[in-house]
């Protein structure tokens, strides 16, 4: 039994520095999402705004921009904002948008623009 202590301990000891290695090494590939904590900044409104225009624009539709119920914000290759958005329209108020703000000449870009839930 002593033998295959000894073995056990010596493979253990030897592979530990590796996953030590490997844990190091490994890059997020995002951070975490963070809610925001003010979804009437002018800015936050803003970028709503956008992905209405957007959509409207990408699928000739005709929705119009009321508020934003709530948000989250990832900081990935920029920073990416998940908002639930409010439109006027009577059939589907409700819609989930993912836009990425980064850095350049366009700075913004839609994502995603789903019906949600109210």
Sequence with gaps: MRPQMILLLTIFLAVLPLAAIATVSRKPAAGAWEPIKDVHDPHVQAIGRFAVGAFNSKHHAQLVFKDIRRGETQ???GTKYFLHLLVAQPSSPCYAALVLEKPGKQP???????????
Excluded: K
């Design 108 to 118: 913004l870009e839609l994502l995603s623009f789903e019906g949600d839930t109210c």
């Design 75 to 77: 900081a990935d290759h």
